[in-house]
């Protein structure tokens, strides 16, 4: 498919509905929850520039998380895409490209995120993790219902030593159903509810010069089924689980226990607040 003057994928815009709807069931009956890869979805070389662009995250304008739950950096918005980034995201962002989601899915109605609130450029360095957990559900400045994530992976070359697999998790935290290798133009897509729990949860080990690079988009609708929902958290940050008989989660687990302890005893005007600066 042509978007300007770059070939972004090898399909034309019918192959690429016919492609959605050739996997459709695979995605809705995938285990633990709907969900799906491909490989080499993007053109090649149109992607490699991309990746040649990729910002090296973690400076004052960069969104960094450091602690037990989560060591990672991510870009804010727009304001480090390159020509060619800002080229595949505005595509991705697309009515073409909400069409195969939609026919990949089924979920109608799909909106895009032309803030990228937590999405964007994604890296994450030696010894660096995401544990698992269920994405926060409402998108802060619109109010909408996050409902699909789409990921891209940039890491040529990448090998099994390394970590970094993107993991699917049981609802009781007692088994990872799909181990996912981060590899260069595969293509990792999701149903986001209450109870898809993921991340890459062990510490990287890639050598010291190496990172795991992503792209991420978050795509929602106005209302979700009910049955996607946590009674009692219809509105929430992001949700962090321990893996059952990890010791190696203490730190984790009683760093999750502050907070919520924290939470519990504050006005709801202050946690209020602090939710919305904890999505920034």
Request: net charge neutral; aromatic share 12%.
């Amino acid at each position: 498919m042509q978007v300007g003057d770059y070939q972004i994928l090898n399909r034309s815009f019918d192959e690429l509905i016919q492609y959605a709807k050739d996997s459709h069931n695979k995605y809705v009956n995938a285990q633990p929850f709907p969900s799906i890869y491909f490989d080499n979805f993007f053109n090649e070389s149109f992607l490699s520039e991309v990746l040649d662009e990729f910002p090296n995250l973690g400076d004052k304008s960069d969104i960094q998380y450091n602690n037990p739950n989560e060591v990672k950096l991510a870009s804010r918005g727009e304001q480090k895409f390159g020509k060619k980034t800002k080229v595949l995201m505005h595509f991705l962002n697309s009515e073409p490209f909400l069409n195969f989601l939609t026919e990949l899915s089924g979920i109608e109605k799909l909106l895009p995120d032309p803030y990228f609130e937590g999405g964007g450029c994604h890296q994450i360095k030696p010894g660096g993790m995401l544990k698992i957990h269920a994405d926060f559900n409402k998108h802060r400045i619109t109010g909408l219902d996050r409902r699909l994530n789409f990921l891209i992976y940039l890491n040529k070359d990448w090998k099994e030593e390394y970590g970094g697999h993107f993991e699917l998790w049981n609802t009781d935290m007692t088994e990872s159903k799909a181990k996912i290798l981060p590899l260069f133009n595969r293509v990792a897509m999701f149903s986001t509810t209450d109870f898809s729990y993921h991340g890459h949860p062990d510490k990287l080990t890639c050598p010291p010069d190496r990172s795991r690079k992503s792209l991420a988009l978050y795509y929602y609708t106005n209302g979700r089924p009910k049955e996607e929902v946590n009674e009692g958290l219809e509105d929430h940050t992001t949700l962090f689980k321990e893996r059952k008989g990890d010791v190696s989660e203490g730190s984790m687990k009683n760093y999750n226990k502050i907070v919520n302890l924290a939470i519990d005893l504050m006005p709801p005007l202050l946690y209020r607040t602090i939710r919305n600066i904890r999505k920034k």
